[in-house]
């Protein structure tokens, strides 16, 4: 695409060149009409004088009052003498049968013939076309000479006009191109006209955004880094204790030990690739019509097996409401927190999962009558890599952020509440009715 300052410029000066010429042409137009009423007027004038003038011959007469530049030829035709008068020194007209105005080849011009008679004469005034067209381009000329001055002073108003106009879009450029690659601050909107002020707005909400984003993967990076540091250092340190072994007991030992160890990292690595998915433009992927009830009902049937370990019930209460969302990510997240459940509660133990309708939101709910969570840690369990203390329980702290952030993309929000029997915990996820 070409520039816009250039664009501007020829679309405007073609427009005044182009009204310039529809004026010249209407000024042309009109002064050859009002030139040919004239005109007209005064060849039928001279040819009803010369019907009037009586017995007096046309050849004494002197004709007056005509401009020389209008080239006006008279010639008197006498049918009954058969003599022929011209005002000049010429070949004669054809001889008109039609009296008033002719429009008649002479000469190999065109000209224009007023006819009348008187008696037996047959008088014909005549006019080169070729001199009103002469006489209303020399008018039109002399009217158009002001605007044909005007229109390179207009020209060069117009360049600085649409300069001035693009001077803003100029100066937020340069602006732009100074900045360094990690200055992520707004643009200035003062000064800028109300056209520019929008893209520089959205300019603005894109830098935000991808000022968001980098610092999630600057975030990302760096707990990364420091949480897979004592993973793969323990994994190390029991692979060089599985090749100083001395009895295969030891060795297996070492490699059971090894076989955990990578497990581990496996489990944190996956945990924080889910994370990073999650992080940038998720709100962006398309939503479907996901059943609730279907989805309690999936994690029920998943994760029994693991809950019958430790002899812990689950139930999913039967629920026709549906949410619009990602249903895969729906799922990991209601995953995540029975998951959750099933590690902190005790043997024996029951875990609900329900569903209701609260005016206009719908509560999703993971409940547990397991140990709980103290009021001063329900603040920040759902911080990466925060793990409360004291619980004995292996994790690395990812599964609650990740349900925290599934839950954002669904414009919901979580809340840590007392679980059953007075006890435990209940995890409660608000999604608008119409989400």
């Known amino acids: 695409m070409g520039s816009i300052r250039r664009k501007l410029l020829f679309t405007l000066i073609f427009t005044e060149l182009l009204a310039g010429i529809v004026a010249a042409w209407a000024s042309f137009y009109t002064a050859q009409s009002q030139f040919d009423q004239f005109l007209d007027s005064e060849l039928k004038q001279m040819a009803t004088a010369l019907a009037k003038r009586g017995n007096i011959p046309p050849s004494s007469l002197t004709l007056v009052g005509s401009n020389p530049e209008h080239r006006i030829l008279v010639q008197v035709y006498e049918s009954g003498s058969n003599s022929l008068f011209l005002s000049a020194k010429t070949s004669p007209f054809p001889i008109l049968e039609r009296e008033g105005f002719s429009d008649i080849q002479y000469e190999g011009a065109a000209w224009r013939v007023f006819t009348t008679t008187a008696g037996s004469e047959i008088i014909e005034v005549g006019q080169p076309e070729s001199v009103r067209v002469s006489l209303a381009a020399s008018a039109s000329l002399e009217i158009l000479q002001p605007l044909l001055i005007l229109l390179p002073l207009t020209a060069i108003i117009v360049w600085l006009i649409v300069g001035q106009g693009l001077a803003p879009l100029d100066r937020t450029a340069r602006s732009v191109a100074s900045r360094s690659p990690e200055s992520l601050k707004p643009i200035s909107t003062e000064g800028l006209p109300a056209e520019l002020r929008g893209l520089v707005n959205a300019i603005n909400s894109l830098m935000e955004r991808l000022s968001a984003s980098l610092e999630s993967q600057r975030r990302f990076a760096s707990d990364a880094a420091h949480e897979l540091r004592t ?205």
């Open 231 to 435: 993973p793969l250092t323990a994994i190390k340190l029991q692979a060089q204790l599985a090749k100083r072994a001395k009895t295969p007991e030891a060795l297996a030992k070492n490699l059971s030990r090894l076989d955990e160890g990578i497990s581990r990292a496996t489990h944190l690595i996956e945990q924080l690739l889910t994370i990073a998915r999650l992080d940038p433009d998720s709100a962006r992927r398309p939503f479907e019509r996901v059943s609730i009830g279907e989805l309690l009902s999936t994690v029920q049937h998943d994760l029994e097996p693991i809950a019958g370990e430790k002899s812990i019930t689950i139930t999913a209460a039967p629920s026709d409401l549906t949410i619009r969302g990602m249903k895969d990510a729906l799922l990991m997240m209601v995953t995540n927190l029975t998951d959750n459940a099933i590690k902190y509660t005790q043997e024996g133990g029951r875990i609900e999962l329900t569903a209701l309708q609260d005016g206009s939101r719908i509560l999703v709910r993971v409940s547990d009558n397991g140990p709980g969570i103290p009021e001063k840690d329900r603040a920040r369990v759902f911080e990466r890599f925060y793990r409360a203390l004291g619980t004995h329980v292996s994790g690395n702290g990812l599964g609650l952020a990740i349900v925290q952030r599934i839950a954002e993309i669904h414009h919901g929000h979580i809340d840590v509440k007392d679980g059953l029997d007075g006890r435990g915990t209940t995890m409660e996820i608000s999604f608008p009715s119409d989400s």
